[in-house]
Nanobody, 121 residues
Framework: QVQLVESGGGLVQAGGFLRLSCVASGTIFGITNMGWYRQAPGKQRELVAT???????NYADSVKGRFTISRDNAKNTVYLQMNSLKPEDTAVYYC???????????????WGQGTLVTVSS
């Protein structure tokens, strides 16, 4: 089993910043892509940012230039630095990884439980 634990969410004023962390634990033989998604009230879940095992990154247009995704492979951790936050960034943020879980490198898609980010105006 692989578990993801997210942290770093909270309440912040517009223009402020937060840093989200997501730590993967369990039987892990490797991690491929890692990413952050978010779901605002009444809306569908959407991609925020992803990072490959080679550290190539991809961002939603709405967060480009404000958010930065990074990973620490030694710690099985992915981060999301969020700057210049806006009220429209308010959402539950979910971590997602692709994990290799055995010697056959079986692939498992794993989601975290989510962490709430609230940006006040």
């Amino acid at each position: 089993q692989v578990q993801l634990v997210e942290s770093g969410g909270g309440l912040v004023q517009a223009g402020g910043f937060l840093r989200l962390s997501c730590v993967a634990s369990g039987t892990i033989f490797g991690i491929t892509n890692m990413g952050w998604y978010r779901q605002a009230p009444g809306k569908q879940r959407e991609l925020v940012a992803t990072i490959t095992s080679g550290s190539s990154t991809n961002y939603a247009d709405s967060v480009k230039g404000r958010f930065t995704i990074s990973r620490d492979n030694a710690k099985n951790t992915v981060y999301l630095q969020m700057n210049s936050l806006k009220p429209e960034d308010t959402a539950v943020y979910y971590c997602r990884i692709g994990a290799r879980i055995d010697r056959k490198l079986t692939y498992l898609d794993v989601w975290g439980q989510g962490t709430l980010v609230t940006v006040s105006s």
